[in-house]
Nanobody, 125 residues
Framework: QLQLVESGGGLVQAGGSLRLSCAASGRTFTNYAMGWFRQSPGKEREFVAASSWIGDGKHYGGSVEGRFTISRNNAKNTVYLQMNGLEPEDTAVYYC??????????????????WGQGTQVTVSS
């Protein structure tokens, strides 16, 4: 199995930036697709971004594309989410997820096998 721990959440003003990190341990990191999801109270979990284990393919949800950037450092077993131009609507708990050997359906929660506990991001207006 894989263990995931998110960090980097906090309180920022609208228009600000924040970088989230997800540290993975337990199994080889290079064979996993990594994804970021977020969830606010009363709302469904929403796809944010994903990085395929094949090459450096990247995918984004429509609400964040152009503002967020996902990256990964396999040597450090870490995936990042750089968030720019934050808006109050981005307020949520952000979760890191991992899926072994998957390259399709990266926007679906069901595609992922392992999840972190989440980190809170709050954007004030």
């Amino acid at each position: 199995q894989l263990q995931l721990v998110e960090s980097g959440g906090g309180l920022v003003q609208a228009g600000g930036s924040l970088r989230l990190s997800c540290a993975a341990s337990g199994r080889t990191f290079t064979n996993y697709a990594m994804g970021w999801f977020r969830q606010s109270p009363g709302k469904e979990r929403e796809f944010v971004a994903a990085s395929s284990w094949i090459g450096d393919g990247k995918h984004y949800g429509g609400s964040v594309e152009g503002r967020f950037t996902i990256s990964r450092n396999n040597a450090k077993n870490t995936v990042y989410l750089q968030m720019n131009g934050l808006e109050p609507e981005d307020t949520a708990v952000y979760y890191c997820a991992a899926g072994p050997l998957i390259s399709r359906g990266l926007d679906l929660s069901s595609s992922y096998s392992y999840w972190g506990q989440g980190t809170q991001v709050t954007v004030s207006s």
